[in-house]
């Protein structure tokens, strides 16, 4: 069984920063992308920032220069640095793991359960 742990949520001022880890576990032979989704309150699920096994990285038009994402495929592990945040970017924020392949299923998708950012003053 595959599971993703994030951790580095919480309140932060606008224009601060904050860094996100997810952690990916169990019997996990490779992972094509890692990325953060993001849902805020009332609003669909949408990419924020992914990336290859190869470092090829897609971010979200309204996060570009704002936020970095990184990879660390020995650990199964992604971060994302976001900085100069902004009201709008308070959602829920979640790992995704794409097309892993494991001794028993090849190309699944897995999600963690979320970590909860808020930028308010």
């Known amino acids: 069984q595959v599971r993703l742990v994030e951790s580095g949520g919480g309140l932060v001022q606008p224009g601060g920063s904050l860094r996100l880890s997810c952690a990916a576990s169990?019997?996990?032979?490779?992972?094509?992308?890692m990325g953060w989704y993001r849902q805020a309150p009332g609003k669909q699920r949408e990419l924020v920032a992914a990336?290859?096994?190869?470092?090829?990285?897609n971010y979200a038009d309204s996060v570009k220069g704002r936020f970095t994402i990184s990879r660390d495929n020995a650990k199964n592990t992604v971060y994302l640095q976001m900085n100069s945040l902004k009201p709008e970017d308070t959602a829920t924020y979640y790992c995704?793991?794409?097309?892993?392949?494991?001794?028993?299923?090849?190309?699944?998708?897995?999600w963690g359960k979320g970590t909860l950012v808020i930028v308010s003053s």
């Open positions: 990336i290859t096994s190869g470092g090829s990285i």
């Open positions: 995704n793991a794409d097309s892993v392949v494991t001794p028993v299923h090849y190309g699944m998708d897995y």
């Open positions: 169990g019997s996990i032979l490779s992972i094509n992308a």
